[in-house]
Structure formats: C-alpha cells, structure tokens
C-alpha cells in the first residue's frame, strides 16, 4: 500500500506482491557497537565503558518509559531521536497510549503522553492502541511522526494519524480512497510517500 502526501489530503493505493523480502536498516551508531570486534576491544574510562573506536555506552536517564508489549517505535536517525507509542501492559488487557522520547545523543528520556493535543482540542492524549505501525518524516523542516492501523481493544482500524513533532499537536489525515483495518503492519517513508506493508487480515485476501 502506497500513500502520498499531497496538502491536506492522503492518497491510499493498494498493491498486491507475490513475494518481496525487505531489509531496512538504520545507523544510529553514537550509541551501540558497530561489530563484535567492538564488543571484545572495549576498554574501561572511570565509569564508562569505551569501545576501540570511540563509541561509549551510556546510562538511559530521565523519565523511563514502561516496558509495553506490541507499542510501536519511530526513528528520527538525523536528529539523533527515538519515539515509541502505545502497547499493552505486560500481564494484562490494559492497553496504554504512552508517548515517550529519547534523545539517543544523551539517552535522557521524556514522557510526552499529556504533553500532546488533538487539533481543535486541548489536552487530548492520544488514543490507547497496540499492534499499530510507525514511522517519522521530515517535510520541509516540520517533524511528524504517523501512526497507522493498530488494535483499540475493540476493533482493528484503518486510521493514519499525524504527530506534529514541533508543535505536540495530533490529528487523523484525511484519507481519499479505502483501505481495510489492518494490524501488525510495517511502514517506511520514502520521498514524502509512506509505504505501508501489509498481512491479510482474512484468509481469502
């Protein structure tokens, strides 16, 4: 499934492949060992330890965010930012709208659950999901992350939901087309388009 963002309205178009395996990877090499070499030449600084070339592990500070089952993880790799949403609490049925950001660069955690609003209405956290998909893009210097799909703890949706990373304001895109309620999906952006990998969610799809 491919969307485009065009202004304020979001094209869906669906694609069908007979098989494709995707490798995508990222770099976010200030904070985890490039090798096993790395592991195995590490050397102690004082408290912290220091592989041969130069990286360091360090301590995560700030507000620890909960550890959730099926939440959802977008990766900022230029401005150094990892954001995680969602999921369901370990042992129980309580799903959970948690949005936490780490600074990969310190490793210092912030809790932005009540920190965001919905357009048009103040102090709206966002809606408890799991199994959603997400991903972060850049348009023209305004940082989003999108939410796609997910399990509300009633039902599967098809809802694209934009996180103004610069104003901590959500909204759900308008969307021209349709497209089924999907869950445990996978999306990447790709020049201002997100591609939105799919499972059927029934066996004759």
């Known amino acids: 499934m491919l969307v485009s963002l065009q202004s304020s309205a979001v094209v869906l178009e669906s694609y ?52 959730n089952d099926y939440g959802c993880v977008a990766i900022d790799d ?10 369901k609490r370990p042992g129980t049925d309580a799903l959970c709208c948690d949005f936490n950001v780490c600074d990969a660069r310190t490793m210092n955690w912030e809790d932005w659950t009540n920190s965001l609003s919905r357009e048009f209405a103040p102090s709206s956290p966002l809606s408890p999901l799991q199994n959603a998909s997400s991903t972060f893009l850049n348009i023209h210097g305004w940082k989003y992350v999108f939410l796609f799909g997910g399990y509300d703890g009633i039902d599967i949706n098809s809802q694209l939901i934009a996180i103004n990373i610069n104003t901590k304001i959500w909204s759900v895109v308008p969307i021209e087309g349709t497209v089924a309620p999907r869950m445990d999906t996978a999306m990447v952006d790709i020049g ?13 799809e």
């Open 16 to 67: 069908h492949v007979a098989d494709a395996n995707f490798t995508i990877s990222f770099d976010l090499a200030m904070t985890r060992a490039r090798s096993i070499q790395d592991v195995n030449s590490r050397t102690e600084k004082g408290d912290k330890k220091t592989f041969a070339n130069g990286l360091q592990w360090m301590p995560m500070t700030g507000s620890l965010p909960y550890f």
């Open 78 to 87: 230029l401005g150094g930012k990892i954001y995680m949403f969602g999921g």
């Open 192 to 204: 201002n388009r997100l591609y939105i990998f799919t499972l059927p969610t029934q066996r004759n």
